[in-house]
């Protein structure tokens, strides 16, 4: 069955810090991969999503970047972190534009 | 994508059968109706999915009206475990790489 990772749980970060929040899937081979942030007490808000090695898509323009160095892995990254960067930010994978399944997520608070 | 609505909080006593509707009235045919939860400060849970029949798997059961334009998620015997915000998602196949995520229902499980 497959499992998809991410660490870490939770991270504190002061303004203008670098980020990176990685995201592991296993037990499938080219999955979609996903990030989403979700702010308190708001819908979930797509940010990246990638359909193989290297490729990035970008939904929204940002503070933030997505790399994907491996074809089950999926990291998110900032250069300086801002207040409005703070949220729970998920993962998920799919099969191709199939359902998505989500990773326990990262709360970011930046402060 | 379609758009939902879905009452803003519900409550069910343990045990009991939970129905938790959704309007869907603009839905087109070849848009799927899709249901997740989220557990607090965990990510979104894949419960079920369905295109026009009725369809149930271990955690729910589906119905979606002949029309289409409304469906219900029924949690068969509700456990204090399944207090979750539940999300009612319609979405088109396989265009579109997001899951639009509106504010769900609020079901708190009653001991």
Redesign the interface.
């Known amino acids: 069955s497959q499992t998809i990772h991410?660490w870490p749980a939770t991270l504190v970060q002061p303004v203008g810090s670098p980020l990176s929040l990685e995201c592991t899937v296993e037990g499938t081979s080219n999955p979609?991969l996903?990030w989403y942030r979700q702010a308190a007490g708001r819908?979930?808000q797509?940010l990246f999503?990638s359909v193989g090695i290297g490729q990035i898509?970008s939904?929204v323009p940002q503070n933030l970047s997505a790399s994907r160095p491996q074809d089950r892995q999926f990291i998110l990254s900032s250069k300086k972190l801002l207040l409005s960067d703070s949220g729970?930010y998920?993962c998920?994978w799919s099969f191709?534009?199939?359902?998505?399944?989500?990773?326990?997520?990262t709360?970011l608070t930046v402060l | 994508d379609a758009k939902t609505t879905q009452p803003t909080s519900m409550d069910c006593a343990e045990g009991r059968a939970a129905n938790l509707p959704c309007n869907h009235s603009t839905i087109s045919g070849n848009e799927y109706v899709?249901w997740?939860r989220q557990i607090h400060?965990?990510?979104?849970?894949?419960i079920i999915?369905g295109l026009k029949n009725n369809e149930t798997n271990e955690m729910a059961s589906l119905i979606i009206t002949e029309d289409r334009k409304s469906s219900t998620l029924i949690l068969p015997h509700a456990t204090l475990r399944d207090t979750a915000v539940y999300y009612c998602i319609v979405r088109r196949?396989?265009?579109?790489?997001?899951?639009?995520?509106?504010?769900g229902t609020s079901l708190t499980v009653i001991p």
């Open positions: 991410q979609n996903y819908g979930l797509l999503y898509s939904e729970f998920l998920a191709a534009r199939d359902t998505q399944y989500f990773g326990p997520g709360r | 899709y997740y400060s965990q990510g979104p849970q894949y999915h196949l396989p265009t579109g790489n997001q899951f639009y995520f509106g504010t």
